[in-house]
C-alpha cells in the first residue's frame, strides 16, 4: 500500500514557492545578526489573527516552514503514512506545552536585562533559536515520515487552532472562514483522490458535513484536495457562498447514483494490460443507462474507496468496463489481482451526464479518443448511428497498435454504416501502415466548426485539443470533455 500517498504539486502561488527564503533570513541569518529574529514578534500576531478568522490558513499558504517541505523536501520525503503518535492530541499538547514553557523561561530571563544594550538582541536570539529548531525538527519529520507531519504538531499550529476555536466562540470567523465545499454528495466518485493527495492526511470525502463543508480543524486550506478531484466537485468557500456553488453545479446532478450487486460474469484479456470486464447484473438486474455514463467499482472498504469505469457494453443485465492496468495504480492493481470470475462486485450509477450525447442526430459528431479514453465512445457511436446522426467521425489517438483494442468492432461497425468514419492514430509504434501522429494532427485536417465535439483522454490529449479548438474558433457549447 505504500503508493497510498500521492505526492502532488502543491506550489499553486509565488509566496508558497518562494516563502522558504524567509527561514534562510531568520534561522540562519540570525545566528549573525540576531535582531532578525524579531520579525516573528509581529508574525505571531498575524498568525494569531489569521488562526481566529481563518483557522490553519496560514500553514497552508504563507507558512514559509510550510513552503521548505512542500517545495524543497518533498521530492526527497518518504511520504508514508502518519504515525499515530503524530495524530495524536496528547503529542499536540505535550509539544506545545514544551515550546510555551520554553519561550516563557527564556523570555522571562531576559525581560530581567531589560533596557540594557545587549536586551534586542538577545531578544531576537530566542525566536532565531526557536526558529532554527523547528526546521531543523520539520526537516527531519518531512524526510522520514511526509512533508507535512511535523504540521500536524507544530506548537504555531496548535496556536491557530486554539484562537480558531475563540474566533468560532466569539463568531468572528463565519464571514472569513473558506473551508474545503463539495458541490453535491452524490457527484463525489468516492476515489479518495482528495485524501491520497491531502499533505496534511486528512480524509475529506469521508468527512463533509452536512452543509457539505470539511471542518477539520487541520486542514491547512491549500487546496491541494480541489485542484486534484477528478469531478471538479471541490472548491474553497465561506459558509454564506455554499448556496451559490450548488447554484452553479444544479444541472449537473440529474440521476442520484445506485447501488448495484453484480457477478463478474468474464473477464476479457484485451492486451498486456486491459481487460473487459463483463458484470452480470443481480441486484437490481437491470439498470437505465445513457450511452457516455459510467459506474464506480467499489476496490476497497477501509477506508471505503471507489474508482470510475465508462460503460463499454450493456446489454440484457450485463453491462461490461473496460480497465487499463496503471503502474503502481493504487486500484486497477487491487482491481487486476482480486478481482476474478465469480466473483460478487459493489457498483455504484450509473452516473455523469457530461458525455451524454446533447443531441444524437444532430448533423455531424466528432468523437475523439485517447488511448483507454475509447470506452464510452462504444455506446456513444452506437446511440449516434440508431439516431441517425448525419456524419460520425471517431478518432481513436494510441502509443502503440495493441491498444486499439476495439480496432475490429468499429472497423466492421464503419463498413456497415456510410455515416460513420472510424480513424485510428498511432503516435510512436512503427508496424502501423495507417495514420501516424497525434489525435490533433487528424483534427487539423477537419473544419472543426461544423462538429459537436465530445472527447476523452489523458489530461495533457484533452489540453492539446482544447487549444486546438479554441484555436480554430469552435463555440465552448459545442465542446464536451471528460477526462480518463
Ligand atoms: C469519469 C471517469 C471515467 C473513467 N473511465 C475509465 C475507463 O473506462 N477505463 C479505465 O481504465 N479508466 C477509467 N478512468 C480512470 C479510473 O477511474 C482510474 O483513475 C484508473 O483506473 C487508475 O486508477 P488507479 O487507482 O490504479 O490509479 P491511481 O493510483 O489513482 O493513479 C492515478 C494516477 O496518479 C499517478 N500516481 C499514483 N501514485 C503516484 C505517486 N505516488 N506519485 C505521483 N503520481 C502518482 C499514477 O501514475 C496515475 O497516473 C475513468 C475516470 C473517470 C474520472
Ligand atoms: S483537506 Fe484539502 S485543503 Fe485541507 S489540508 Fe487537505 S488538501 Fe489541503
Ligand atoms: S471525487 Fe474523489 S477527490 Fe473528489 S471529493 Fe470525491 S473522493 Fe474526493
Redesign the pocket.
Known sequence: MEFYNIKTNRIFTPLRRYAWLFILLVAVGGLWIPKFGLLMIPIMFSLMILGMLKGKYWCGNICPHGSLFDGIIMPVSRNIKLPAFLRSKITLVLMFTWFMYMLGSRLAKVISIWGTTPFIDKLGYIFVVNYLVVTILGTILAILVSPRAWCRICPMGTMQILFYKLGKLLKLNTKFDEKVT?ADKDM????????RVCPMQLT??LEFDSNNQFSHEHCIRCQT?VK????G??SINTEKEIHTIQKIYENDIKTKPEKIIAIVDEIIELNNDTREYVLKLIKPASINFKAGQFVLLKIQDNPVMYRAYSISKYKEGKLSITIKKVPNGYGTNIIFNNIKIGDQVTLKGPMGDTMVIKNPSAEKLLFVAGGIGITPFLPMTEEALNNNAGEIKLIHGVNYIDELIYNQHFTKLMKENRNFEYIPVVAIDEKWSGKRGLVTDVMKELDLTQYKIYMCGSPAMIKACLDLLIEAGVEEENIYYETA
Open positions: 463539495i463525489c466518485h468516492i476515489c479518495g483522490k482528495c485524501a475529506p470525502y484536495c486534484n478531484c477528478p469531478a466537485i471541490l
